[in-house]
């Protein structure tokens, strides 16, 4: 599955950027989709997802209350709405998706088994 993340850009701190993802057919062949980002030399660490069934939604503790992930079936594109940016959220920005892990900590945890080419997001003054 081809998965294309776009948005990324630089931003002062304090500063939103909106992020998209692009996933043909998750509709109906992926129960989740999930944001990812990795600073190089540094785990990858889970941000955000959303359930394709009901909207369900779950968040890193970091991001929680600044950013929002939601979905627009139509489009089969996820956005995350980023507010609030901090330095430390500097980072290469990824979705990812998987034909069987749903929405929740442990997905956020383990990462998910297709994931597509990554967005850069810089939040400097």
């Known amino acids: 599955v081809q998965l294309q993340a776009s948005g990324g850009g630089l931003v002062q701190p304090g500063g939103s950027l909106r992020l998209s993802c692009v996933v043909p057919?998750?509709?109906?062949?992926?129960?989740?989709i999930g944001w990812f980002r990795q600073v190089p030399g540094r785990e990858r660490e889970g941000v955000a997802c959303?359930?394709?069934?009901?909207?369900?939604?779950d968040y890193v503790d970091a991001v929680k209350g600044r950013f929002t992930i939601s979905k627009d079936n139509a489009k089969n594109t996820v956005y995350l709405q980023m507010n609030s940016l901090k330095p430390e959220d500097t980072a290469i920005y990824y979705c990812?998706?998987?034909?069987?892990?749903?929405?929740?900590?442990?997905?956020?945890?383990?990462?998910?088994?297709?994931r597509g080419k990554g967005t850069q997001v810089t939040v400097s003054s």
């Open positions: 959303i359930s394709n069934e009901d909207g369900t939604t």
């Open positions: 990812a998706t998987d034909q069987a892990r749903l929405c929740g900590p442990m997905t956020l945890y383990y990462g998910m088994q297709y």
């Open positions: 057919g998750f509709t109906l062949d992926y129960p989740a």
